[in-house]
C-alpha cells in the first residue's frame, strides 16, 4: 500500500423485530439497513425436548453460522486485497457454553471456549496464510464483538493442526 | 428456592462445517450435539451489491436473529420458572459495527453497539419484568459471550422506555 492511502470508515447496521406469543417460536425479521437495505425472515425454535415445537432453527445455530461464516467471508475478501491466491476454504467451528442453575431457578451460562479449525487450499506459503487468518480475525464483525481470547483458530498446515 | 436445593451444570455445544469454494456463499452445516441431536443448514452469502449473489442470508443477519432470540427464549422459559405472568414478548434490537481501512487493504471491525429494545406484554409489575429481563441476560448464552457492556437493554413501561 502507498503511503499515502486514505484511511476510511464505514458502518454496518443490521437490526431486527422479534415477537413471541406464547411457546418458543420467535418470529424475526432482520434488516440490513443502510445505501442497500435486505430484509429477511429468519424465525427461531426450540426443539420439541427442549419444550419448542421445532418448527425453526435454535437461536444458538443462528448464532454459530453467523460466526462460522463471517471469519469464512473475510478470509475469502481478504485473500484477494492481500493477493493471496487460495482454493477453497473449510472451517469447522466448535462453540461450548456451560450452564448452572440451582434448583428450577433461571440458569446463568458462561461460554467455555470457541474454537475454529480452519484449512484453506490452494498454493499460498503458511505465512501468507497465517495472515489471512489473522486479518480475517480482525475484519470479522462477530469476532471482534466476542469476549477477548474466547475464539481460539487453528491452521491446518501440511496434515498438521497448528495454532495461529 | 428452597436452601437445599441443588446446583447443576449442563452443557451446550453447537458446532459447524463450512465451506466456500469461490465466491462469497458458505455452505454452512449446524449440529447441535449432545443426547437430542440436531443438524440444520444455515448457508450465508453476501448481496450483489457486497460482490455475492445473494443467495442466502448474511452472516450478520443470522447473528441478529441469534442475539434477538435467544434473549427473547430465555424470557419465555423464565417467566415460566420466576412464575411471572406475561402475555406477547416483542423486541427490537439494532447492532451497530464500524470498520476501518487504509486503501484497500483488508478492514479492521468494531462493534459500536448494541441496544435491545424489550416490549414484555402482560399484567406482572414493573419490578417483575425487570427481574425476567436482568435473568434473561445472565441466561442467554449468545449475550454471554459479547464483550461485557456492548448490549445496552430497554424495557418498555408505561409509554415510555427505561435502561435496565
Redesign the interface.
Known amino acids: 500500500?502507498?503511503g499515502t492511502?486514505?484511511?476510511?470508515?464505514?458502518?454496518?447496521?443490521?437490526?431486527?423485530?422479534?415477537?413471541?406469543?406464547s411457546?418458543?417460536r420467535?418470529d424475526?425479521k432482520?434488516h440490513?439497513r443502510g445505501p442497500?437495505p435486505?430484509s429477511?425472515d429468519?424465525p427461531?425454535d426450540?426443539?420439541p425436548?427442549?419444550?419448542g415445537d421445532?418448527t425453526a432453527?435454535?437461536?444458538?445455530?443462528?448464532?454459530?453460522?453467523?460466526?462460522?461464516?463471517?471469519v469464512?467471508?473475510?478470509?475469502?475478501?481478504?485473500a484477494r486485497?492481500?493477493d493471496i491466491a487460495i482454493g477453497?476454504?473449510?472451517?469447522?467451528?466448535?462453540?461450548?457454553?456451560?450452564?448452572?442453575?440451582?434448583?428450577?431457578?433461571?440458569?446463568?451460562?458462561?461460554?467455555?471456549g470457541?474454537t475454529m479449525d480452519i484449512d484453506i487450499g490452494g498454493e499460498a506459503s503458511e505465512a501468507d496464510k497465517r495472515r489471512l487468518v489473522l486479518?480475517?480475525q480482525?475484519?470479522?464483525?462477530?469476532e471482534?464483538?466476542?469476549?477477548?481470547g474466547?475464539v481460539q483458530h487453528r491452521l491446518k498446515v501440511g496434515g498438521s493442526w497448528v495454532a495461529v
Chains 1, 2 share one sequence.
Open positions: 500500500m502507498a492511502d486514505k484511511i476510511s470508515r464505514f458502518d454496518v447496521i443490521f437490526e431486527a423485530e422479534g415477537s413471541n406469543t411457546k418458543f420467535n424475526v432482520v440490513l442497500h435486505v429477511v429468519l427461531t426450540e426443539g425436548l427442549h419444550g421445532g432453527p435454535y437461536p444458538l445455530a443462528y448464532f454459530t453460522s453467523g460466526l462460522t461464516a463471517c469464512m467471508t473475510q478470509l475469502r475478501a481478504f486485497r492481500l477453497d476454504i473449510v472451517v469447522n467451528t466448535r462453540c461450548h457454553w456451560q450452564a448452572q442453575q440451582t434448583g428450577n431457578a433461571p440458569y446463568e451460562s458462561a461460554p467455555i470457541f486479518a480475517a480482525k475484519g470479522c464483525f462477530v471482534q464483538s466476542l469476549k477477548p474466547l
